[in-house]
């Protein structure tokens, strides 16, 4: 019987830390020993544990090359023989340096500073052929201290970022047409698992991680649809640091000072001992603001633990707790910006946020063909909204104030199992994973205090004057996509997803009748009690051509899907009703691209798009008799139902080009340029509003640029960027300007930030100003909080940071 053998060993970086997620590829030993470059054909694929292990068993004696490939670094290719005995191996992967590398078979991972790509298959997802970016944060020089997402997505294509918040304790972001209210049409994530209120009826997020903590961020664009849920944006996911691998305990500490009484300390500790690496930090905030009623005290802690159960088997369990209390300075009208961006005019109006997540991953390795994750999550988290909330071009004059509060109980569990198997003389890669998922939100609206404090108690908590409603939401999903490999350099992905959701409402609220003068005419409490239930079947297919290690082609057709959430199944308070006909929203997204690099000194990323976003939802204004007035007084209301399709096209590019190297400098110093530039064209079809169909759809600015210079030599790194986001609408009417400033036009504006920092031993000195050039201008007319109106976007600020490492 012939004797099997086992091959093993260790995959560590030039300081000896153990390297994780290694790709460990067993060829035959026909195929070249190239220092650069994967062979397209290989036998088996592995990669490295927590402790940067690998192992492939059951091979047959006979000569072998191994190939080790880790982003970043240089892989190696080293011959074996296997014969008499079980071999060890261990590996040294050194620097990559300025050269760009891709993997043929695997992925493709052109590396640039600060962005990078996902690759083919990266633990127990799929990623081939799929437009995706990766933000690598330790390359980037940026204000960190106060998230500053305009930095932080420089480098991504087409996104448009709301900057209304200017402490960084909230992201926005949307593209292609979508609205960037706190990433609500991304499904979003931390570390593979959800971090929105709730991710179907309500999927908006309070919370964002400190950029400070993290490694990574990732996106994936539309069709991220058919592994991760249902969302026109895509996936976008926080991928938090580990603690060192070589070291018991690393403490790191950063203190930050700017303008407007900003001071951020974060703080972080962790390491490894011999089954547990762990990592764990706290944020203090606090900010005065850049405008009058608009202080701010944030609190965030995290801590994870991965513990190795055994070399195959690991379990990382992890809490994340945030609380703020922001002061609301309310939005401004047109005439007030003009005037003067920097004034309030509400000095009542606070926000409270409590956000607590937990997780429990656990990951195991059948072989190296074969391994399964099973992710459990859950969310107690509660978010209070207190003041005034009318109309910003009336004064407040006191009085009982509206709270809105909602409190937000959900769990779930995803499970996924990836399996690589041969097929057509190449190896392919087949996922299944499923999805349950509970959510539940109480929410409330009523009258508070008619004071100026923080005070969140209703005065009359068991019949509000405006609404209750249990919330609850279910989900069952399953999913499958597999890359069928056809040749070395073409690959078909095709993939389904299969949908149960459950969205319902059951409480009550009141309807208030008033006359000119004030006296109540009626008050009625009205039960409601609705549900939504339906399941459908979507699909995708993507296909990717690598010509070489330089070039790649890739095409991408996926179903998208959009629930009506919480706010589209219950009247609502006040002059909004909601269509209770509403559809779900429906399309796709159709990527075609190119991407790749020129030798070390040029890499490129360019894409044409088609979003078809199908019933799309909205808000119109309609007028009709009163009936509470028996018809002979008309009423004007604010009305959400579906209003139309949207057809949305587009180019997103990305390119970057090492300077110094072009021009043939062998200096240790880089100086790059990139340019990120997306040219959108998006208008209404097929309505049945009045004034809709051929609109420009609102919030997509049809030219979004964003360019600017880094360069770095030793210790020292220097970072220019220049923003220009072209004209457009804040609305699906096309309003240029009404008196209220919800609706309007979103006026041009360009905006210039620099950064820097030395590194030197254990000290980090970083600083910067943002809005160079003091730009007054705003990127959002808010209809509700923090506004209503047009909120400004901050003036010109400075800050410096000193980091050090115990």
């Known amino acids: 019987m012939a004797q099997n053998y086992t091959l093993s060993g260790t995959v560590t970086d030039n300081s000896g830390n153990p390297i994780v997620n290694a790709d460990i590829y067993l060829a035959d030993n026909k195929q070249d020993n190239n220092e650069h470059t994967l062979p397209i054909q290989y036998q088996s694929k592995t990669t490295t544990n927590k402790k940067g292990y690998y192992e492939i068993k059951n091979l047959a004696a006979g000569q072998y090359q191994v190939i080790v490939y880790y982003p970043g670094k240089r892989t190696q290719s080293r011959e074996v023989i296997l014969k008499n005995s079980d071999i060890i191996q261990d590996f040294q992967l050194k620097m990559l340096g300025n050269m760009l590398e891709e993997v043929i078979v695997g992925g493709e991972n052109e590396s640039t500073s600060g962005i990078t790509r996902l690759q083919s298959v990266e633990g127990v997802s799929i990623n081939e052929s799929k437009k995706n970016e990766v933000l690598v944060i330790e390359d980037m020089t940026l204000n960190k201290a106060s998230n500053n997402s305009r930095q932080v997505y420089a480098k991504v294509p087409g996104l448009n970022i709301w900057q209304s918040d200017d402490a960084g304790i909230q992201t926005s972001v949307g593209g292609r047409g979508l609205s960037p209210k706190r990433n609500s049409n991304f499904n979003t994530r931390q570390n593979g698992y959800d971090i929105a209120a709730d991710a179907l009826g309500y999927p908006e997020s309070y919370y964002t991680p400190p950029v400070q903590a993290l490694e990574r961020i990732e996106i994936i664009r539309g069709a991220a649809s058919l592994q991760y849920g249902t969302q026109f944006g895509g996936m976008l996911n926080f991928e938090f640091k580990d603690g060192p691998q070589n070291t018991p305990f690393q403490l790191k500490s950063t203190q930050s000072y700017g303008s407007f009484g900003l001071f951020n300390s974060f703080n972080s500790a962790g390491g490894s001992t011999a089954d547990i690496n762990y990592y764990g930090f706290y944020q203090y905030k606090t900010s005065n603001g850049w405008r009058p009623n608009s202080e701010l005290d944030q609190h965030t802690a995290y801590l994870s633990f991965d513990i190795d159960i055994t070399p195959d088997f690991t ?42 997540l937990f997780a429990l991953d656990a990951d ?46 959900n769990w779930g569990n995803e499970m996924r199992l990836i399996h690589r198997y041969p097929l057509l003389n190449e190896l392919s890669v087949f996922l299944v994973g499923t999805r349950i998922y509970n959510g539940y939100t109480h929410r409330r609206q009523g009258n508070g205090s008619d004071g100026s404090k923080p005070e969140f108690r209703y005065l009359n908590p068991d019949n509000l004057k405006g609404s209750d409603f249990d919330l609850p939401s279910q989900n069952r999903s399953i999913f499958v996509e597999n890359i069928f490999n056809i040749t070395p350099k073409f690959s078909i992905t095709p993939g389904a997803r299969f949908e149960y959701i459950n ?41 990717s051509y690598r010509h070489d290690s330089q070039l790649e082609l890739y095409a991408n057709y996926s179903q998208n899907y959009r629930a009506i959430n919480f706010n589209d199944i219950r009247v609502d308070v006040g002059n909004l009703e909601v269509d209770p006909n509403m559809q779900d929203e429906r399309g796709f997204n159709l990527d075609l691209g190119i991407r790749g690099q ?65 021009f043939g400098s062998t200096r240790d110093a880089r100086l790059s340029l990139f340019t990120n530039l997306a040219v959108i064209n998006a208008t209404y079809t097929n309505s049945n509003e009045n004034g809709i169909e051929g609109n420009e759809v609102e919030l997509v600015p049809p ?16 970072s220019y960027q220049y923003t220009y986001v072209a004209e457009h609408f804040s609305d699906a009417s096309n309003a240029h300007r009404t008196p209220t400033a919800i609706e309007g036009i979103i006026p041009a504006y360009q905006v210039m930030d620099f950064s820097a920092q030395y590194h030197f031993d254990r000290l980090n000195l970083e600083a910067g100003v943002n809005n160079l050039t003091d730009e007054k201008y705003f990127t959002r007319r808010a209809t509700g909080y923090p506004g209503p109106g047009i909120i400004p976007a901050k003036v010109r600020n400075f800050y410096i940071s000193l980091g050090i490492q115990i």
């Open 315 to 356: 379990i990382t369990p992890e809490y994340t707790h945030m609380y703020y209390l922001a002061h609301q300075p309310g939005g401004l009208t047109d005439a007030q910006f003009r005037n003067d961006p920097s004034q309030s005019h509400r000095e009542r109006n606070w926000f409270k946020v409590n956000w607590n």
């Open 364 to 409: 195991y390795i059948f072989n190296s063909k074969t391994r399964i994750n099973s992710r459990f999550f859950g969310l107690v988290a509660g978010r209070d909204a207190l003041g005034n909330l009318q109309r910003i071009d009336r004064l407040d004059q006191g009085g009982e104030r509206d709270l809105l509060k909602d409190d937000f109980q």
């Open 503 to 543: 969205t319902e409402a059951d409480g009550y609220y009141r309807n208030i009748v008033k006359d000119l003068a004030g006296n109540i005419l009626m008050d009625e409490r009205i039960e409601e009690e609705r549900s939504r239930e339906r399941s459908f079947l979507f699909f995708g297919v993507g296909s």
């Open 598 to 662: 020129i030798d070390d000194l040029f890499s490129y990323d360019i894409t044409g798009f088609h979003l078809s976003y199908e019933d799309r939802i909205g808000t119109v204004l309609r007028t009709e008799p009163n009936p509470k007035f028996n018809g002979l007084v008309d009423r004007t209301f604010r009305y959400r139902t579906n209003i139309a399709d949207a057809k949305i096209y587009g180019i997103e590019s990305f390119t970057e080009v090492d300077l110094l190297s072009l």
């Open 703 to 718: 030219f979004n640029l964003k360019t600017g210079l880094t360069f770095s030599k030793a210790g020292f790194e220097a």
